[in-house]
T-cell receptor
Framework: GNSVTQMEGPVTLSEEAFLTINCTYTATGYPSLFWYVQYPGEGLQLLLKATKADDKGSNKGFEATYRKETTSFHLEKGSVQVSDSAVYFCALSPSSARQLTFGSGTQLTVLP | GAGVSQSPSNKVTEKGKDVELRCDPISGHTALYWYRQSLGQGLEFLIYFQGNSAPDKSGLPSDRFSAERTGGSVSTLTIQRTQQEDSAVYLC??????????????FGPGTRLTVL
């Protein structure tokens, strides 16, 4: 079946530090890949996506590249801000279905 | 415009009681999804409605769970004879249904269910 494994948290960084949250997946076919973010007290929001191999999704300074050879979609940001503190979820949507399969989530706290 | 809304925002119930959770999708969105977010299981897919097609119920954990979508809009998730392990945040999402490989799902704020 389909599954997503992401780096366990919590992750605590100082402002302006470099961020990487690892995500690997198992799926048949060619899934679409996503990062969702859940800010404190808010609902899930789509952060970025990539729908085919070698695509790079980017938004708000965050980037992730769809690597089919390593079945990975690691999230990166060069310089985090306090406002980036949130829970980040890696997810996939298989080509045969529309629903999302999520990773377990990674809590990020950025300290000033 | 209005986003996905869910009600109630919090629900506390006693073990064995039935509960109904409501989702109002974004107007014009033909696809609707229910997910569950719990400490032990993370975020799990429950059920998916796509236009007038039969729903995909493959994620429902037991026959105590059911959902309907009336008039292609509002959806109700019903849990019968609730158990403590049903305690979770129930999330609803909606999307347009198009030809793209993926149509963004917009999530509601969730209903936090606590079964005592």
């Amino acid at each position: 079946g389909n599954s997503v494994t992401q780096m366990e948290g919590p992750v605590t960084l100082s402002e302006e530090a470099f961020l990487t949250i690892n995500c690997t997946y198992t799926a048949t076919g060619y899934p679409s890949l996503f990062w969702y973010v859940q800010y404190p007290g808010e609902g899930l929001q789509l952060l970025l996506k990539a729908t085919k191999a070698d695509d790079k999704g980017s938004n708000k300074g965050f980037e992730a590249t769809y690597r089919k050879e390593t079945t990975s979609f690691h999230l990166e940001k060069g310089s985090v801000q306090v406002s980036d503190s949130a829970v980040y979820f890696c997810a996939l949507s298989p080509s045969s279905a529309r629903q999302l399969t999520f990773g377990s989530g990674t809590q990020l706290t950025v300290l000033p | 415009g209005a986003g996905v809304s869910q009600s109630p925002s919090n629900k506390v119930t006693e073990k064995g009681k039935d509960v109904e959770l409501r989702c109002d999708p974004i107007s014009g969105h033909t696809a609707l999804y229910w997910y569950r977010q719990s400490l032990g299981q993370g975020l799990e897919f429950l059920i998916y409605f796509q236009g007038n097609s039969a729903p995909d119920k493959s994620g429902l954990p037991s026959d105590r769970f059911s959902a309907e979508r009336t008039g292609g809009s509002v959806s109700t998730l019903t849990i019968q004879r609730t158990q403590q392990e049903d305690s979770a945040v129930y999330l609803c999402a909606s999307s347009v249904l198009g030809l793209a490989a993926y149509n963004e799902q917009f999530f509601g704020p969730g209903t936090r269910l606590t079964v005592l």
